[in-house]
């Protein structure tokens, strides 16, 4: 048995990951706003199989009582998904505010690094494991309306790299970029007009939640014991044509 802290798992891609994580038999620890929404959450996942610990992500409180939970429940924390991510506004990147880049950056990269350092020094340092961090294809290449979004993932991935030097061998740190997947958080760029969303896919569809839990699951299996500092894009083919501005 292993165990994982998923973070922003109430919901969308992360609990998508931790349901995909508990099916293997792993144990997990998930993170969020919402306690009700957790408390949903651990029900469908199993009380035996997961504890959910509420907060926000940045805060620097939340990780150590997450990290503490998880040990004190499972002895372990093999695995660290940094799902969490806001992107409160869609428009040009030159409207927004300086106080608005740093809570972007703020949700999207510092806790991620806050989040790793943590379980790195609570267990993975001496008993090894793997990271995985959930940026987007928003951080390929400029887009409308999602710059500033983009440009804190662009940043994600550059530290999926750095820090999948500095921790190897024993700790594997790789990444997802996603495209539009069917989630709440990414609603605006697609409800009520799915199919319109979906024509640059040469797939033919959006993304569902299991489609990256699957590849999260595989970058914290044995079977990508070999893969580190890598960010894989999961976009049903639409970079390939020039898709997603």
Known sequence: ??????????????LAVAEALVARGDRVCI?????????????????????????KAHDEAHPADAV????????????????V????VFGPAIDGTPELVRKILDVNLVSAYGWTQRVYRAWQAEHGGAVVNVSSVASLRPSPGLGLYGMTKAA??????????ELAPGVRVNG?????VKTKFAEALY???????????????????????GAVAFLLSDAASWITGHTIVLDGGATLVGGLG
């Open 31 to 55: 993170t969020g706003r919402n306690p009700d929404r957790l408390a949903e959450a651990v029900e469908r996942l199993g009380t035996d199989r997961a504890v959910a610990v509420a907060g």
């Open 85 to 88: 991510a806001t992107n409160p």
């Open 1 to 14: 048995m292993k165990a994982a802290i998923v973070t922003g798992a109430s919901r969308g891609i992360g």
């Open 156 to 165: 994600l991935s550059y530290l999926t790299g750095q820090l999948a030097l």
């Open 176 to 180: 997802v970029a996603p495209a539009v």
């Open 191 to 213: 409800l009520g007009r799915e199919d319109e969303a979906a024509v640059g896919y040469p797939l033919g569809r959006l993304g569902e939640p299991a489609d990256v839990a």
């Open 68 to 83: 503490a939970r998880a040990l004190a429940a499972f002895g372990r924390i093999d695995f660290l998904v940094n799902n």
